[in-house]
């Protein structure tokens, strides 16, 4: 069946990093888009980055995290990642990967990011 698994959450001082992965199994991952997306405590989930699943087309930024994270995929390894680097406080949220292709949408079940010192 299909799976998303986020790992590598955790507790960051400000001004630290992470490296968030996504391991996907169960479709073609490689024929995805990928994306991440985050949700603070009430407030909406909002798109982080997304990576296409063509090399042709650029990656996309949330206004908030350009210039500080970078979204890549390992099509090998079927996995998406997220590089998390000057973290602010209000990076802190659950953090969930996302696979879409057409009508297909699968998503993980979150990682919990706390920025705090």
Do not use: H
């Not at 998303?4 to 996504?22: H, M």
């Not at 991952?29 to 042709?56: C, D, H, N």
């Amino acid at each position: 069946q299909v799976q998303l698994v986020e790992s590598g959450g955790g507790l960051v001082q400000p001004g630290g990093s992470l490296r968030l992965s996504c391991a996907a199994s169960g479709f073609t991952f490689s024929s995805y888009a990928m994306s991440w997306y985050r949700q603070a405590p009430g407030k909406e989930r909002e798109l982080v980055a997304t990576i296409p699943s063509f090399a042709i087309i650029s990656t996309n930024y949330a206004d908030s995290v350009k210039g500080r994270f970078t979204i890549s995929r390992d099509n090998a390894k079927n996995t998406v990642y997220l590089r998390m680097n000057s973290l602010k406080p209000e990076d802190t949220a659950v953090y969930y990967c996302r696979a879409t292709m057409y009508k297909y949408d699968y998503w993980g079940q979150g990682t919990q990011i706390t920025v705090s010192s």
